[in-house]
């Protein structure tokens, strides 16, 4: 089955930074991968989502690359707000099936 | 739009009494859904995946007859946590989909169970 490899567990940047979170999977015939963010007691919110027949997409501060050769995509968030602080993960699908996540970044925003 | 609700957003049982979970997507028709549980600082670990009208496909390890879902609608699926134990004590998220693709989150549920 499907694995994911979340890269850092946890990341701490000041504000205006920029963060950078990776993942890896290990099943080529995955062509879906979301990003969520998720805060404290509440569920995961879907931030940015990246299908396989694209290399990069950017939605304001937010941006996802894929790298499909390599098995790998990121999360890029620049100028980065306290309000930015949450967990992250990643995930990857195939079609309509089950997601694979990633174990999760705490992302910390200092002021 | 795509919004997913779910009813309780927290309950406290008795052990050995049962509990349920309703899960709702508010303005689309989801033709999947799924269940999580989730602990403290961990990711999400799938229970099952609910289709509409059929029986769920529960994960290895996850006992069915303990957690009971029921897909009725293409706007609800319910998870029923029988007979609960402290272990079950956790916080349950569900998401719906309708889109190949795009999955929404739940707020979740936090359980305990005394």
């Known amino acids: 089955g499907e694995n994911v490899e979340q890269h850092p567990s946890t990341l701490s940047v000041q504000e205006g930074d920029s963060a950078v979170i990776k993942c890896t999977y290990s099943?080529?015939?995955?062509?879906?991968f979301p990003w969520y963010k998720q805060e404290l007691g509440k569920g995961p919110q879907l931030i940015i989502d990246i299908r396989s027949n694209v290399g990069e997409k950017k939605d304001q501060r937010i941006a996802v690359t894929l790298n499909k050769t390599a098995k790998h995509f990121s999360l890029h968030i620049t100028e980065t707000q306290p309000e930015d602080s949450a967990v992250y993960f990643c995930?990857?699908?195939?079609?309509?099936?089950?997601?694979?996540f990633g174990d999760g970044t705490t992302l910390t925003v200092k002021p | 739009g795509a919004v997913v609700s779910q009813h309780p957003s927290w309950v406290i049982c008795k052990s050995g009494t049962s509990v349920k979970i309703e899960c709702r997507s508010l303005d689309f028709q989801a033709t999947t859904m799924f269940w999580y549980r989730q602990f403290p600082k961990q990711s999400l670990m799938l229970m099952a995946t609910s289709n509409e009208g059929s029986k769920a496909t529960y994960e290895q390890g996850v006992e069915k007859d303990k957690f009971l879902i029921n897909h009725a609608s293409l706007t609800l699926s319910t998870l029923t946590v029988t007979s609960a134990h402290p272990e079950d004590s956790s916080f349950y998220i569900c998401s719906a989909g309708s889109d190949v693709y795009e999955q929404y989150f739940g707020p979740g549920t936090r359980l305990t169970v005394t």
């Open positions: 099943d080529s015939a995955s062509n879906y």
């Open positions: 995930a990857a699908i195939f079609n309509a099936g089950k997601s694979t």
